[in-house]
């Protein structure tokens, strides 16, 4: 087992997570009688108070809706919403503004992208998930498959956690339409190589979108190097409010995506037997859009931006090495997940506990941890699991949060034996 004093040490030289803490209203307050101890990054993370303040100050003193007015309100709003637009491009490293559509989440965003696609599906065409997508990158392709006759083909899960890649290359063919594959897992932590994954899915001639809901977070999200066609992230889980994610798409994937809701801002031209769109990203975004949560996201991604990105992933993997090694020899833990270069995703299976129960318990001593299936069900059939608990890293996370959550889970083990 590690010294804690050392770790500490050691994480604080390069980054200092007791900084970014003290930015998180949030996290000073206590729950049931304890200090909040919040490891459930992997379903929303906290706001910091410069996201928190922005989105006050727009709405005291520069808010309206954007695009339509010709005054100063609507002026100012237009141009901090799209700001954020430009923002979100730059983090993406996309390789302009225009590629970047807001969605309400990442959910929607895949939604848009399959039921765009799904217009030009023919029965037989197929379309590549992997056995760890989160339930957002399955479903819309399940609706695929029961509406145009797609056949839905999986990259099974190798025992460590890894994508069995040589069994993918294998699943490619002419047939192949689509390949939806997360960049990292929301349980197992695994960081997929999705630039090889999209080299070979070109090289079919198929598409390839990339859900970054985890990866954006976590991993290296640069669109270019990845070389995707689309790739998806959503706020929530980068410090911005909820109802606000993005959808990036290549010019020319975009340019022949259909339309997917309609409305206002979304047109050309409006007449009563004809109509005609507006160029992407406004093409997909009918309706007034998520004004202050785009704002929000802007600014969220500003504050991330002072943070070196490898700085901050060797601390939250650092933390995730500590619980591990203080874990090490238990025999009644099993963890899911241990392909080489992970997140800092801790997801586990208590022997002769249910992991609802164990959440619960850990709950009592201000652990917030998250316990099911996580949105990923063919996941949990492949490792053999029927629920799940998981302890998720984020940034402003301690040494000592990694402590109180190994303690909270010893003493919610011993509660079953
Ligand atoms: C959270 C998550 C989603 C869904 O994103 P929402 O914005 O909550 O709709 C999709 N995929 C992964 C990997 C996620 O972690």
């Given at each position: 087992m ?5 770790l500490?040490t050691?994480v604080?030289?390069?980054?200092d997570p007791?900084?970014?803490r ?9 729950v049931?009688?304890k ?5 459930d990054?992997a379903?929303s993370?906290?706001?910091p108070?410069?996201?928190?303040d922005?989105?006050t100050?727009?709405?005291e003193?520069?808010y ?8 100063t309100l ?5 141009e ?11 983090f ?8 970047v ?5 990442g ?11 799904g ?8 379309i ?6 989160h339930?957002?990158?399955?479903v819309?392709?399940?609706l695929?498959?029961e509406?145009r006759g797609?056949?839905i083909k999986?990259i099974?899960?190798?025992d460590?956690g890894?994508?069995d ?6 699943l ?11 960049h990292?897992?929301n349980?197992l932590?695994t ?8 080299r070979l899915?070109?090289a079919a ?8 809901c ?6 290296t999200?640069?669109v270019?190097a990845?070389?995707?066609d689309?790739?998806v992230l959503?706020g929530?889980?980068l410090?911005?409010p ?5 959808l990036y798409?290549?010019a ?11 409305g206002g801002?979304?047109?050309e ?13 406004h093409?997909f975004?009918a309706?007034t859009?998520p ?9 969220a991604?500003?504050?991330l931006?002072?943070y070196?990105r ?9 933390l995730?090495?500590?619980?591990v090694?203080?874990?090490d020899g238990?025999?009644w ?13 801790l997801?586990f299976?208590?022997e002769?506990?249910h992991?609802?129960d164990v959440?619960?318990?850990m ?7 998250r316990?099911?299936?996580?949105c990923a ?7 053999g699991?029927t ?9 402003y996370n ?7 959550f ?9 509660f079953f034996?």
């Amino acid at each position: 087992m590690a010294d804690g004093q050392t770790l500490k040490t050691k994480v604080v030289n390069t980054f200092d997570p007791y900084a970014v803490r003290a930015q998180f209203p949030i996290l000073s307050r206590q729950v049931n009688g304890k200090p909040l101890v919040y490891l459930d990054n992997a379903a929303s993370a906290q706001k910091p108070r410069a996201v928190i303040d922005a989105l006050t100050a727009t709405m005291e003193g520069g808010y309206a809706n954007v695009h339509r007015g010709l005054h100063t309100l609507s002026n100012e709003a237009t141009e901090a919403f799209e700001k954020a637009r430009e923002i979100v491009a730059r983090f993406l490293n996309a390789e302009s503004p225009e590629q970047v559509v807001w969605t309400k989440g990442g959910t929607e965003a895949i939604n848009l992208v399959a039921n765009g696609l799904g217009l030009s599906i023919e029965p037989g065409d197929e379309i590549i998930v992997s056995e760890m997508e989160h339930h957002s990158n399955i479903v819309p392709w399940h609706l695929l498959r029961e509406r145009r006759g797609a056949v839905i083909k999986w990259i099974p899960v190798l025992d460590d956690g890894s994508l069995d890649m040589a069994a993918y290359a294998d699943l490619l063919g002419p047939k192949t339409r689509m390949v939806a594959v997360t960049h990292m897992s929301n349980v197992l932590g695994t960081i997929n190589p999705v630039a090889e994954i999209t080299r070979l899915a070109h090289a079919a001639g198929a598409q390839v979108l990339i859900d970054g809901c985890q990866g954006a977070v976590h991993a290296t999200p640069d669109v270019q190097a990845i070389g995707c066609d689309f790739y998806v992230l959503t706020g929530h889980k980068l410090f911005a409010p909820t109802g606000i994610g993005a959808l990036y798409g290549k010019a020319e994937a975009l340019e022949a995506l259909p339309p997917y809701q309609g409305g206002g801002e979304m047109i050309e031209t409006v007449e009563r037997d004809r109509v005609t769109y507006a160029k992407p990203p406004h093409r997909f975004e009918a309706g007034t859009p998520p004004i202050l949560e785009a704002i929000g996201l802007g600014v969220a991604l500003g504050w991330l931006a002072q943070y070196d990105r490898a700085a901050v992933q060797a601390h939250e993997h650092a933390l995730y090495q500590r619980a591990v090694d203080r874990l090490d020899g238990e025999g009644w833990l099993r963890i899911l997940g241990q392909a080489h270069g992970k997140g800092a995703i801790l997801t586990f299976a208590v022997e002769g506990a249910h992991a609802h129960d164990v959440a619960q318990i850990m709950d009592r001593y201000g652990v917030a941890v998250r316990a099911g299936l996580h949105c990923a069900e063919p996941l949990a059939k492949r490792m053999g699991v029927t629920s799940s608990t998981r302890a998720s890293f984020a940034l402003y996370n301690t040494v000592e949060d990694a402590d109180a959550f190994v303690d909270a889970l010893i003493k919610a083990r011993n509660f079953f034996v």
